[in-house]
């Protein structure tokens, strides 16, 4: 089993930066002047309630995961180096990967650090507080890729059965429809949220045929958005259940970070090109094509359309979606359950997620 991801040794100035001040800035204390030291030691001494403890001990988790799963897609396709660390690449898998964006590998690179940062960051943040880290270690059990490039460690998600969800390409596209108002959305790509599929080659047996591996890469591509769309609702939504207005600071300044991280994969995804697996089947359509097309599936159309928000009698508005906040954290557990992120994982891991989601779920804000 590898070292733990909250203690493998910083590298770049950036972690050094994070995991020495995680925990700086001061918070309102009157008129009273103060200098930067004895101010960030008055915001280290603050208790966190137990719930703002809750919602950033299962947000440093999910971060965890995250981590995971980014670590592999960047020791195969993403740029190894003092900040990334672990892997080899993949030639051919870059290769594939890179016909949705020439820039995919350092695109790639640098959302592996930044979750990277954000665990590190909210881990250290809860200990200046007195408060429990997440650490998830003990659940390092999945088996690596055997393909070239790939460290052979154990892992906490499965990247090789996944059931990938698209419906956020027509979430975000939709002018009407707003998933906290009870809609649903269509699948941009039916296949892939139908059966279970590789996001990275399980061997070098996957590098052939051709298209083979490019659907994999394809598969990688709407992953990508998915889970980025998925951080993007999260902050939000656990954002208005916080008590500390530093806890609130800390979610308002991480969320929107995942949501750069989704606007960018949602625009390569586009690129993928339309191709039919021939070694399962899988089919990746012509988005811009009939049956599919126009507004909904428009591959350029990247920024969020106008919809409905709060109550159908308001103006269409251009807004984050979903963001209510009513059982967002088991929600968010749920959905990566089911999309296969942790095919393989134990009945404890399970329990430990749930129990991390309830506590989350269960916070309320005091003020």
Known sequence: MSESLAH??????????????AAVGAGAIGATLLTEESARAMADTGALTSGDAAILRFLAALEILETDLWQQYNELAGIQDSEVPGGHGNPAFAAAIAVLDSDMAQYIHDNTEDEFTHFTFLNAYLEAKGERPANLDRFKTLPSSRATGARRVGRLTNLMRLSVDTSWWTRYRSPTKNPDL????????????????????????????????QAIANTAGFHFAMIEQGGTSLYPQLAQRVSSPEVLRILLSIGPTETMHFQTWQDKAGNAPPLTDPTNGLTFPDLNAAPFGGQLFQTNLIMPEPTAFLRRKFPPCSIIRPTNTEGAANGARRFLTKTGLFRGQSAEFHATLKRLADAADAARPHH
């Not at 493998?8 to 001040?21: T, Y």
């Not at 892939?192 to 083979?212: C, Q, V």
């Open 182 to 213: 009870g809609d649903t959305f269509p699948q941009a790509i039916p296949d892939l949220a139908a059966g279970e599929f590789p996001g990275i080659p399980r061997s070098d047996a996957d590098l052939t045929p051709k298209k083979h591996l």
């Open 8 to 21: 493998e040794s910083p590298v770049s100035n950036r972690r050094s930066f994070l995991l020495q001040g």
